[in-house]
């Protein structure tokens, strides 16, 4: 495997469960045990409400494409092998919308509603992170 270049994300205690189900091939999402609303990025409180009534769930992986752009300039060296590349808002099918990439190799298909998939991408021993392609 060769060596990650870009940046690593800051693995706190509240967002670890979601890296550790990464790791293990898992889209973990959150979800209020009262309400059923589910959610992304981690937190200890449900959006919108004083509650800590919060659960982890395996989410399916299956979204459609909310919002999105396409890079086609490198956000820095790191990222100039992967232009163009798309950046996406995904509302995954449980509800929850999850920022990420759409890897494909025609970024000019990629369109609002467009279904897709969660894939999981091993970048070093420690991250694995999950991406999206066309379903």
Known sequence: ???????VPSIDPDSAPYWEGAKNQKLMIQRCR?????????????????????EWIEASGAGVVYSYTVARRPAGAAFEQDCPYVIASITLAEGARIMTNIVTDDVDAVKIGMPVTVFFDKVSEDLTIPKFRPA
Do not use: A, C, H, N
Request: hydrophobic share 30%; aromatic share 10%; no cysteine.
């Open 1 to 7: 495997m060769t060596e990650y270049k870009k940046i």
């Open 34 to 54: 009262k309400t059923g609303q589910t959610f992304l990025y981690s937190r200890q409180l449900v959006p919108g409400v004083d509650d800590r009534q919060v």
